[in-house]
Structures are given as structure tokens and as C-alpha cells.
């Protein structure tokens, strides 16, 4: 039981970060030769529709996010302008966003009806974007997206609809992403603690224990309980299958080994992980405002008084964490890789209502998603000044340039439209997007693999159980209150707040889905 439940230790993060992360929904998904497809600045001009020199240059807006603010923003804006000039006849305003100014600012200007031509977006903000008219249909554009079109198939793309609605464009990453423990080496090692044995959570409390004793002022577990929280299924691979939402709301337990709807916060599983991390708060490992803290754990981990944080993993995850919280960190995975639709869906690029040409838009994706440079732009910077290619094909900074040195250093590649086709850092294998590709085609892959629900004909319910969660979710999976009567008041009113009507509509959409399989 403890295995099954492990992998729902990300709760809180709608989003996940996934996370995550993500389960595949078919398609063409031939990683192995996304690099050898790269294609070059003719090729890239070439295969890209409307770029005739004697149309007006058109001015698009592109937000995506970064890590952090950096200093050589504007040599990068330049050199990125310097090919859509070229190649697209495009001059591009790239707006770069933090995560939480991309979570603040970007609703208010979708809202606003400003031009965004393209921006990310988890399948929670999707869904809620679809239905305030803030997103375009692509349906009618992906004429102007051949390579995508290709790289992806149907099959995946399809898996960001809303009925007919094509909402996004998922990116082109890992699939699938099991929760994991990240842990500070060295503490480990200083309390005598082999960083192999550590493998569950009776091992991860015990090390607690001991740490703790090494250094009573160090918070053990942290993070922000909008990110990745002990008892909470906010990653995409997680014990269940949310069926469209990245919540416990309407879901199938066991893997989505099971095709009956139901309400994970009633579950066994959620109740043990509760417990747990309320002896993990008892006992002075959790940090007292995490429930509050909108701070992630990557960032007060490098700030240098956190031991540990959730995370969703991949097999380099080790190289970004330490490139994040700049210590050698320990990866301890917990749970076991899905497979689910929202694997396909948690990151897609959308096209704001506030477009002016959607097509160009859609262009622009196609372009960036084709163009190794482009997306090595977003992530790495301008090759030569932020990093060079070594001899075994990966990046790495140029002599004498440090990460606290360099002016523009993201790792943010899973957020990128296609980080396949992009430059793979050093410390990570330069086959790891194979390695990627390995763990999806190993994932257990739901029932419902494949099943995407349209829930538009009960969003009021939805708005009123996220209220619901929203008040209750922090609290309990944060081991802030005591969570017998917690739970019970919690699960009262997420059927007050019309529970059982998107249950209902789940299991009516997915029995009917079953029955075409």
C-alpha cells in the first residue's frame, strides 16, 4: 500500500511542476532523432509558411519562463530577433516571466485582451483560459505547424482539446515524472547516512532524525505549498489518474488501474500520507509556514536552511537540482511512473485571444520548436558568451564563466517548446533525452490512457471545489492542523461545493470512451 500511495506526495502543486511532467498520449515520439532533424537557418526559413520579404514584418509577443531575471537579457533578444528577422520576417518581444510573475501577470493581461502571441501554460490554467475566451482554437492553424504537426502526431495534440477546442500545443519533453525527495548530500553524509539507503519514507524520516540532531536550526522538509507538498498529488505521475485536473477531484486510484471515478481525499492512500507528514511537522521537521510559504524549495534549499524538498523526477533531474540550489543533492524517487493523458497536457503553448494573426503566432511555435538555436537561446543563452559546445556535443559554460557569473542561464528546457532539439548540459549524458523516451516507454499507463474530459458543462462546480481546496488542501497536507476532523470538514465541503456532479461527469464521459476502445 505504501508503494501504491508514494507517488502522491506533490499535491498542493497544481501544477506540477510538475513537475512534471508526463505520461505520453501517443503520437509520433521518436526522440532519438529530434537532434538529427535539427534544422538549419535556411532549412528553418524554408519549411516556415507566409515569410514572403515583401509582406510587413510582423511583431509578435512571446512570454515564457525563466529561473530567473538576467543581465544579458537584451543580447539575447537581439540575437533571437536577428533570425526571426531573417528566417520568419518577424521581429519578436520576448517576455520573460519568473513563475510567480508568469502566475500573476499573465492572467491579468490574457484577461486585459493585450497581444500574446505565444506563452506556457499548465492543463489546470488551460482549462480555466478556455473557458473565460482568453485562447484561440489552433484547429484551423495547424497548417502554419507542419514540423510540429509531425513531431507530435494527432494523437498527442488532441490530448489539448476541450471537446473540438484545440486549446495548446503540448511541448516536446519527458512524459512521465515520479515524484522524489531532493536531499542535500553533504547533510546525509555528515550524519552517517549512505546516500543509497535512502529509498522510502520510513528511510527519509529516520534521516530526518538524525540530520536534524546534526543541525537543530535546518528545516528538514520545505518548499511551498503551492509547489510540491508532502500528502499532495500535485505532480503528474502521482498513485492516481486525475482524469483532466491535476487534482485528487474525480480520479482513478491504483494507477488508474481501476475505471471507477472517485475521490481521492476519501482515499486510504491520502490519509496515510497525511499522517505521515503530520509526524513529520509534530516532530520539528516541517517547516511551520509552509503552508503559507510561497517560496520553492529550490530556492530556500540555496538559500541554505532547508535538507529537503518534493520534487517530480527524470533522469537527470540529480544535474538540474544541483544547478538550482548550487549543492550536490541526492534523488530519492518514491513512487512509480504513469502513463495518463495529462502526461501530454500539464505544458502546452497557447495562442492569446488577443492576437492579431494567430497564424503568425503558430509560425512562430513551428519555427522555434524546428530551430535548435532558438530554443537554446531561451534556455542557455547566446552560444560563445553564455556557453560553448564541448567535444562530446553538450554545453557547458565558456572558460572563466561561472554560473554566478554568467549573465543568462535558465535550465528551464521542460518549459521550452521542444528541449529535444536543444544542446543537453554537461553532467548529463548526451543521450538523456533517449534516456528520457526509456522511463515513458516504461511508465504503467492508465485505463484512461488517452481519455480527456470535457468538463465545460460543470465548471461552476469546479470553481467552487477549487475554492474548497484551495482553504482546506495547504493546511492538511502540510501537517499544519490535526487531520482526522480536517479531512472530514474538507471532503463535507467539496460535496457541498458539487463534488459528485464532476464525479458523475467523469465516469459518464469515461464509460462511454471505454465502450469506443
Not at 489546470?124 to 473557458?131: D, F, M, V
Not at 530556492?299 to 541554505?304: D, L, N
Request: aromatic share 8%; hydrophobic share 35%; charged share 20%.
Amino acid at each position: 500500500m505504501k508503494r501504491k500511495i508514494s507517488a502522491v506526495l506533490a499535491l498542493v502543486m497544481t501544477c506540477v511542476l510538475l513537475a512534471g511532467t508526463l505520461s505520453g498520449c501517443g503520437g509520433n515520439n521518436d526522440t532519438a532523432d529530434n537532434r538529427s532533424d535539427s534544422q538549419t537557418a535556411d532549412e528553418g526559413a524554408a519549411n516556415n509558411s507566409g515569410t514572403a520579404s515583401d509582406e510587413e514584418m510582423y511583431q509578435a509577443v512571446l512570454v515564457y519562463v525563466v529561473a530567473q531575471d538576467s543581465q544579458d537579457q537584451e543580447l539575447v533578444n537581439e540575437r533571437f530577433n536577428e533570425l526571426t528577422r531573417e528566417q520568419l520576417n518577424m521581429e519578436v518581444t520576448l517576455m520573460p516571466m519568473t513563475f510567480s510573475t508568469w502566475g500573476s501577470q499573465l492572467p491579468l493581461m490574457l484577461a486585459g485582451g493585450e497581444q500574446v502571441d505565444l506563452f506556457p501554460m499548465f492543463s489546470s490554467n488551460a482549462i480555466t483560459y478556455a473557458a473565460s475566451d482568453y485562447l484561440m482554437d489552433l484547429t484551423p492553424y495547424l497548417d502554419n505547424a507542419p514540423y510540429i504537426v509531425e513531431l507530435l502526431g494527432m494523437d498527442a495534440i488532441r490530448c489539448c482539446t476541450v471537446g473540438d477546442f484545440i486549446y495548446g500545443i503540448p511541448t516536446m519533453k519527458e512524459r512521465s515524472m515520479p515524484n522524489a525527495m531532493v536531499m542535500r548530500t553533504d547533510c546525509l553524509e555528515a550524519a552517517g547516512i549512505d546516500p543509497a539507503s535512502v529509498k522510502n519514507y520510513e528511510d527519509i524520516t529516520a534521516a530526518y532524525e538524525k540530520v536534524q540532531a546534526l543541525y537543530p536550526d535546518m528545516i528538514m522538509f520545505g518548499g511551498s505549498a503551492g509547489g510540491m507538498s508532502a500528502a499532495t498529488p500535485g505532480g503528474q505521475s502521482v498513485s492516481f489518474d486525475g482524469l483532466g485536473q491535476v487534482t485528487g477531484i474525480g480520479a482513478l486510484e491504483n494507477y488508474g488501474q481501476t475505471t471507477t471515478v472517485t475521490n481521492f481525499y476519501e482515499s486510504e492512500d491520502f490519509r496515510y500520507l497525511v499522517d505521515l507528514v503530520r509526524g513529520w511537522y509534530l516532530d520539528g521537521y516541517v517547516a511551520k509556514d509552509m503552508a503559507t510559504s510561497t517560496d520553492s524549495g529550490e530556492a530556500q534549499m540555496r538559500a541554505g536552511n532547508l535538507f529537503s524538498y518534493m520534487t517530480n523526477s527524470k533522469p537527470n533531474t540529480k544535474q538540474e537540482k544541483d544547478d538550482q540550489t548550487g549543492y550536490d543533492t541526492t534523488i530519492v524517487p518514491i513512487d512509480t511512473n504513469m502513463m495518463t493523458t495529462g502526461g501530454i497536457n500539464a505544458i502546452s503553448y497557447g495562442v492569446g485571444a488577443g492576437s492579431p494573426r494567430p497564424e503568425k503566432a503558430m509560425e512562430l511555435l513551428n519555427w522555434i520548436s524546428q530551430t535548435e538555436e532558438a530554443n537554446d537561446l531561451l534556455n542557455w543563452g547566446v552560444e560563445g558568451v553564455h556557453w560553448v559546445e564541448q567535444e562530446d556535443g553538450t554545453a557547458n559554460f565558456p572558460e572563466g564563466v561561472t554560473a554566478e557569473s554568467c549573465g543568462y542561464h535558465q535550465n528551464m528546457g521542460y518549459i521550452m517548446p521542444n528541449q529535444f532539439n536543444s544542446h543537453v548540459w554537461d553532467g548529463n549524458s548526451a543521450d538523456i533525452f533517449e534516456q528520457y523516451q526509456e522511463v515513458d516507454g516504461n511508465a504503467i499507463p492508465s485505463k484512461a490512457y488517452g481519455f480527456n474530459p470535457d468538463l465545460s458543462g460543470v465548471t461552476d462546480q469546479i470553481a467552487a471545489v477549487t475554492d474548497v481546496t484551495s482553504q482546506y488542501l495547504a493546511q492538511i497536507t502540510t501537517g499544519t492542523v490535526d487531520p482526522g476532523p480536517a479531512i472530514e470538514e474538507f471532503n463535507q465541503a467539496l460535496y457541498n461545493a458539487g463534488l459528485q456532479d464532476i464525479i458523475d461527469a467523469k465516469q459518464e464521459q469515461l464509460d462511454a470512451w471505454l465502450a469506443e476502445q
